[in-house]
């Protein structure tokens, strides 16, 4: 159990393939945060697959912020299970974990290549992906 993230895949990571993951509570499975700080970020060749997610506030994310560049590509989340989860699929390119809004910027981090396939369950919001 835990509070943050259970699998979070950041800059630097290539070839990664996770599989046979349970978790929940928590945030899910994030990649990000990328571009954070006008940094660049690289990512690619992820295989999140065979995941059953429980009561946690997303299922699958990639998160980057606005200002950064780089590219997280190549992804592909399958064969998941979610249960009472707010966000199943997240794509949130405009990331700010500031008090005050963050200073909007024409770059971000290229997402590319994202496949999301046979993810089934439940949600506790209107939306399954955002």
């Not at 393939?17 to 660049?40: A, E, F, M, T």
């Not at 200002?67 to 990331?95: C, H, L, R, W």
């Not at 963050?102 to 949600?123: D, L, M, P, Y």
Request: a positive charge; glycine letters at 12%; aromatic letters at 6%.
């Amino acid at each position: 159990m835990t509070g943050d993230d259970y699998i979070s895949i950041e800059n630097g990571t290539h070839n990664l393939h996770v599989s046979k993951v349970v978790c929940g509570p928590g945030h899910g499975i994030s990649n990000g945060s990328l571009g954070n700080d006008n940094s660049r970020a690289e990512v690619s060749g992820i295989i999140i697959g065979t995941v059953q997610l429980y009561g946690t506030t997303n299922g699958v994310r990639i998160k980057t912020y606005q200002g950064g560049s780089g590219y997280a590509k190549d992804i592909t989340f399958q064969n998941m299970i979610t249960e009472n989860v707010m966000n199943p699929i997240v794509i949130n390119q405009n990331y700010c974990d500031k008090a005050k809004p963050c200073k909007a910027s024409g770059s971000t981090v290229e997402v590319s290549n994202v496949v999301f396939k046979n993810i089934r369950g439940t949600r506790i919001t209107k939306d399954a992906i955002k």
